[in-house]
């Protein structure tokens, strides 16, 4: 019995090991050659396109990569202590703002745009520089909105989860929630059927930059010619058909 337990364990353990090692395979089976990358789980039900956008340019690229889904201050956490390989994406304020040594494909992958959200009844005229003197809640780790909430007069009051928007708009706890347009969605439909008390505009566009650690800084010419590539030929276009994603324009040759 004991000799049976101990091949039992054996099988489970080394069918698990197997089953791991599947998992993070690439389609070619070059597992080991593939850059983990940090990926923003917070992208809900939108997290698969984005996946399928940097598969397509690693493939272009001739590179493989494994994303790995996670909060996207544990892809900060990661990247600083070289756990992980590359991070998805990161805004143009957050990477001229915190003096990463990480290293930044010079072409933008696409932009999103800072919106900002309020009940009509508040009286707020969608202008900016009239959030002066107003509470202005925000997605916690959104930089650019971070830092210019501020400079228009506005007090910043970071949210670190869209489900507790709704409550802070009505209780007047918040003015105004600003956010990324790839989130606005799932704050108006938290609202249902009362939606229409609602009211958005763009505030500004910010371009999002694909990040890597130095040593694989040899990758970055390739990785750069194939998301020209994209955007030259269409595809990109093809890809960004998440809400609030935009093209951006073609970074000029140097």
């Not at 790995?68 to 990247?79: F, G, Y």
């Not at 930089?143 to 400079?151: A, V």
Request: proline share 6%; glycine share 10%.
């Amino acid at each position: 019995m004991k000799q049976m337990l101990c091949c039992l364990i054996a099988l489970y353990v080394l069918g698990g090991a197997a089953f791991a090692q599947r998992d993070v395979k690439s389609s070619d089976g070059a597992s080991e050659n593939c850059l983990k990358l940090g990926a923003d789980e917070t992208l809900g039900p939108h997290y698969p396109a984005y996946e399928q956008l940097i598969t397509d340019l690693y493939k272009r690229a001739g590179l493989c990569a494994i994303s790995i889904a996670m909060t996207p201050k544990r892809i900060e956490q990661l990247m600083a202590n070289g756990k992980l390989d590359g991070d998805w994406f990161r805004p143009s304020e957050y990477i001229a703002t915190r003096g990463l040594e990480q290293q930044i494909v010079p072409q933008a992958v696409f932009g999103l745009e800072a919106r900002m959200i309020w009940l009509k009844d508040t009286g707020f005229s969608g202008d900016p520089a009239d959030l002066n003197g107003l509470t202005v809640g925000y997605r916690a780790g959104f930089r650019w909105l971070e830092t210019h909430i501020p400079l228009m007069g506005g007090k910043p009051f970071a949210i670190s989860g869209g489900s507790q928007v709704k409550a802070l708009l009505e209780h007047g706890r918040i003015h105004v929630y600003a956010t990324s347009s790839a989130h606005e969605p799932n704050i108006i439909d938290a609202f249902g059927d009362s939606a229409d008390r609602l009211t958005s505009k763009r505030w500004a566009t910010e371009p999002f930059y694909h990040l890597l650690q130095p040593r694989h800084a040899d990758k970055i010419p390739a990785l750069t010619k194939a998301l020209k590539d994209m955007i030259q030929d269409g595809d990109m276009q093809r890809h960004l058909t998440m809400p609030g994603v935009i093209a951006v324009p073609l970074r000029p040759e140097n």
